[in-house]
């Protein structure tokens, strides 16, 4: 089964500062996809970046940049420019290719900004 | 259109007791997911409906939880003889066929359930 693992619990960063977000997905296939969601307190989860596992470019929305390293299986999301609207839980999250319809979330990592 | 919209937003009940949770979709997606959520943790799949058809359950949903989608609509979440266990976040999302685009899921804000 796949697995996906956000080592930091919480994380905080200066307003206009950059900061990175970690995570790591173990899975056996080669076609599959990768996420990471945003979710403001009491609000909806949203969509942050995507990223395919067959794309050597990595993604890049506005200030939001991913380092993907399918080797390492290793996955990670830069904030750039941190604005205080950035403050949530980011959530990674790995879907099978092939159909696969279930997307498998880490735990979440708490972002906060320093004003 | 106002998103994916859930009900009630907070359900606080007994133990022993039934609850069911209502998500209305993005009017023109044809699949709708549904996810728990527990403190501190991340979303984990319930399952889904592809219209009104159910084609994927999860081992996390035990007998005692059943979801419908009706003429591939709205859906309910029904919870059977609560549990304290059963205590979270119940997430509906709802996308369109395919996952063609960006592939995004759409998320309403979930109904959380405490089990006293």
């Known amino acids: 089964a796949q697995t996906v693992t956000q080592s930091q619990p919480e994380m905080s960063v200066q307003e206009a500062e950059t900061v990175t977000l970690s995570c790591t997905y173990d899975t056996s296939e080669s076609d599959y996809y990768l996420f990471w969601y945003k979710q403001p307190p009491s609000r909806q989860m949203i969509l942050v970046i995507r990223q395919e596992a067959y794309k050597q470019q990595n993604a890049t929305e506005n200030r939001f940049s991913v380092n993907f390293q399918k080797a390492a299986k290793s996955f990670s999301l830069k904030i750039s420019d941190s604005q205080l609207g950035d403050a949530a839980m980011y959530f990674c999250a790995y879907r099978g290719g092939q159909g696969a319809q279930k997307l498998v979330f880490g735990q979440g990592t708490r972002l906060t900004i320093n004003p | 259109d106002t998103g994916v919209s859930q009900n009630p937003r907070h359900k606080i009940t007994k133990r022993g007791q039934n609850v069911t949770f209502r998500c209305d979709p993005i009017s023109e997606h044809n699949r709708l997911y549904w996810y728990r959520q527990t403190l501190g943790q991340g979303p984990e799949f319930l399952t889904y409906f592809q219209n009104e058809a159910q084609l994927e359950k999860s081992r996390l949903l035990s007998d005692r939880f059943s979801a419908e989608r009706p003429k591939g609509s709205f859906s309910t979440l029904e919870i059977q003889r609560t549990e304290q266990g059963d205590s979270a976040m119940y997430l509906c999302?709802?996308?369109?066929?395919?996952?063609?685009?960006?592939?995004?899921?759409?998320f309403g804000e979930g109904s959380r359930l405490t089990v006293l």
């Open positions: 999302a709802s996308s369109l066929e395919g996952w063609s685009g960006r592939g995004e899921l759409f």
